[in-house]
């Protein structure tokens, strides 16, 4: 079940409206509110996609915080949209990073500087991140609630029973969903992958 350990729904519910309306300093309070849960969300998703070792837990957070500073407003008080806008910040710095990988094994400049010394992702796995967020990008013309699953599942870490809560919907229909997302991610990866062969 998605958590506030820092607040009640209402308190997140209310300081969310006041963010949505312009006032920043609700926006830091939301993030101290959840910031515990927004950890969370980030070590699931850096265990899970094994995809970005550079980068921390508490680093991903603080990205996520750095990037919304100033530039991002929820577009409303739901929760659902929040942690959503928060799955897609979170696609958008692992996609970002995984690209500087690439570049930087390729020679295209100075090397990254990693948050975390000593680790190394593999070029594999970032190049599997960027197939995904290629496959994601084409699948959102056709189905953007299936890309909305994806984010939360693949690149924030979301139970099935999380994701659930947070689209509405029964853990059946999450089910059934990602393995049509799955599908279809899978297909187009293929036909990519082919079309890079040719």
Avoid: C
């Amino acid at each position: 079940m998605v958590e506030d350990r820092g607040g009640s729904e209402q308190d997140v519910t209310r300081l969310l409206a006041a963010w949505s309306a312009g006032d920043r300093q609700a926006g830091d309070r939301v993030f101290a509110l959840l910031y515990d849960e927004l950890r969370r969300v980030a070590r699931r998703a850096l265990a899970d996609q094994r995809q970005e070792a550079t980068l921390q837990t508490t680093a991903l957070v603080h990205e996520l915080y750095a990037r919304w500073v100033g530039g991002f407003s929820p577009s409303s008080d739901d929760r659902r949209r929040f942690f959503g806008a928060a799955a897609k910040t979170m696609r958008r710095i692992l996609i970002d990073r995984a690209r500087e990988r690439l570049a930087a094994k390729r020679g295209a400049g100075e090397r990254a500087v990693e948050l975390v010394e000593g680790m190394a992702a593999t070029e594999d796995r970032a190049l599997e991140a960027l197939a995904v967020n290629e496959a994601l990008s084409v699948l959102e013309g056709h189905d953007p609630r299936l890309v909305e699953l994806v984010e939360l599942r693949f690149f924030a870490g979301f139970s099935v029973e999380e994701t659930a809560e947070l689209l509405s919907v029964s853990a059946r229909t999450v089910k059934r969903d990602w393995r049509k997302a799955r599908a279809l991610l899978a297909d187009r990866i293929a036909v990519a992958g082919q079309g890079a062969e040719g």
